[in-house]
């Protein structure tokens, strides 16, 4: 090996998972010697396997239980600005041909082969959400070449969430480059909604939702819809784009809310949506007791299993969110609810929307069985980036 990187050895079997293609090693497949750990986290090393042969280049984090994610098989290769830019420019290709307008999401970490690193296009506005320690270190190469390559007005840092804190990272949300002056303008489908990239959740917009809502649109035509959980309104608008009679948007966020009123009148569909500020499952006993029905309810809550730990928890809530919405629902209606917890899967989740469907005394039958949209790649060896679940069903 001709690098000067420092060099972290894996245990003696600790590399059958990455030989398969994993990108991920876990601090127990590795030798967590004196030197390993006093590594800066998200610094690049080299993986050697046992008998000193090369794995390849790796962020490594010695105080994360993912310690080292893999850019490349090649141990000699430089990471660095020509790098990445060579990374990004393949995600731009994908995308141009996937969704064609520059609304998408650009990179989706490991699956784009930047690990822990996540990258949102609003037109000229970039937007990225660095995960991992090792992206957090990479930032500025990152930034020059995102400047390179799209030539954006403004690009923005923002990273809050639990994945930051597993890796020892604190929040950050700053400006790289530019300026914002409120909300972003995007398109989707035909519709335009707003983003707020200052103040929104994560990267400010939903990305893998956007085939979804265009599906659950297809079944508002003269129906009384219900949005829960419904942010900024990319369902709700969708849906009265769509020809819904009525659509009511709740959310706990007065000012999501008020984007999608804003986004309805872009849309001229002002006069058919309504919203009202609440949580989901408040609104849902209340709506009971008023006896309040609808055609299309549709649900897209936060993660209720943020870790391993939630499970139970989780997977309860899910279960009452099915029978709470699928109570509210009128004869031959249609329900959409979706997942985006990876420690809920599939068929776990199928199961809880179908224990809820019977608590509720309701019958049906799933139409559709969905996740993100393809601008969210799945790598095939990590599951885990394939987190969102969607399930469309017609209720009795």
């Not at 992206?135 to 690009?155: H, T, V, Y």
Request: aromatic content about 6%; hydrophobic content about 45%.
């Amino acid at each position: 090996m001709s690098n000067d990187r420092p060099r972290v050895k894996l245990q003696p079997g600790g590399d059958k998972r990455a030989m398969l293609g994993h990108p991920w090693i876990f601090s127990n497949e590795l030798v967590m010697d004196a030197a390993a750990k006093a590594l800066p986290p998200g610094q690049i090393v080299t993986l050697v396997r046992a008998d000193g042969r090369p794995l390849g280049a790796a962020f490594f984090n010695a105080h994360s239980l993912i310690a080292a994610r893999l850019l490349t098989r090649d141990a000699d290769r430089a990471i660095d600005e020509t790098f990445l830019h060579r990374r990004l420019e393949r995600a731009l290709r994908l995308r141009e041909r996937l969704i064609g307008a520059p609304y998408y999401r650009l990179v989706h970490a490991e699956a784009d082969g930047i690990p822990g690193c996540v990258i949102d296009r609003f037109g000229d506005v970039v937007v990225v959400e660095p995960n991992a320690a090792g992206a957090d270190r990479l930032i500025e190469p990152l930034i020059a070449s995102l400047d390179r390559l799209l030539k954006p007005r403004a690009i923005v840092i923002s990273g809050d969430g639990p994945a930051r804190a597993l890796e020892g990272l604190t929040p950050v949300h700053r400006l790289a480059k530019g300026t914002l002056d409120g909300a972003i303008e995007l398109r989707e489908h035909g519709a335009r909604f707003l983003a707020d990239l200052a103040e929104g959740q994560k990267t400010g917009w939903f990305y893998d939702q956007r085939d979804n809502r265009l599906l659950a649109a297809r079944f508002a035509k003269d129906a009384d819809v219900l949005d829960l959980y419904a942010y900024s309104g990319g369902f709700g608008v969708q849906a009265a784009r769509h020809g819904a009679k009525s659509v009511l948007s709740v959310d706990r966020s007065q000012p999501a809310l008020d984007l999608a009123h804003r986004a309805a009148a872009l849309n001229e569909v002002g006069d058919r949506l309504t919203t009202e500020t609440g949580e989901a499952f408040d609104f849902l006993e209340q709506a009971g007791a008023a006896h309040h029905t609808f055609d299309l309810v549709m649900a897209d809550p936060p993660a209720f299993v943020k870790s391993r730990k939630d499970f139970h928890q989780g997977a309860r809530a899910y279960r009452k969110l099915a029978r709470l919405c699928a109570s509210r629902l009128r004869n031959s209606g249609f329900l959409f609810l979706a997942s985006c917890s990876y420690h809920m899967p599939p068929d776990e989740f199928r199961a809880q929307v179908a224990r809820g469907l019977h608590e509720a005394g309701r019958a049906g039958r799933i139409l559709h069985a969905t996740g993100a949209a393809p601008d969210h790649p799945v790598h095939p060896m990590l599951p885990e980036s394939g987190y969102l679940k969607g399930l469309l069903l017609q209720v009795d």
